[in-house]
């Protein structure tokens, strides 16, 4: 699997976002939050073990992974 395969892009549910910070802590590379709200840094990013982990520690299932 190449780079490419594995990138994927990351949906960020504004709605149920509380801006806690959570991503954005694990996963400096990827998420950051401005105003309030979790903001992905690219389109599509790499799959990588933080993201998968910054996905799954939302503490309102804000985010979700799309291939
Ligand atoms: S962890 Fe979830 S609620 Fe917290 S800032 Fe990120 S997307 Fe928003």
Redesign the pocket.
């Known amino acids: 699997m190449n780079e490419l395969d594995n990138e994927v892009h990351v949906d960020?549910d504004t709605n149920?976002?509380?801006?806690?910070?959570?991503?954005?802590m694990i996963d400096p590379e990827h998420?950051s939050?401005v105003d309030g709200?979790?903001q992905v840094v690219a389109e599509r990013v790499p799959a990588t073990e933080d993201l998968e982990d910054?996905v799954a520690?939302?503490?309102?299932q804000?985010?979700s992974v799309k291939r």
């Open positions: 960020v149920a976002c509380v801006g806690s910070g959570t991503c954005a998420f939050v709200k979790a910054a520690d939302c503490p309102v804000a985010l």
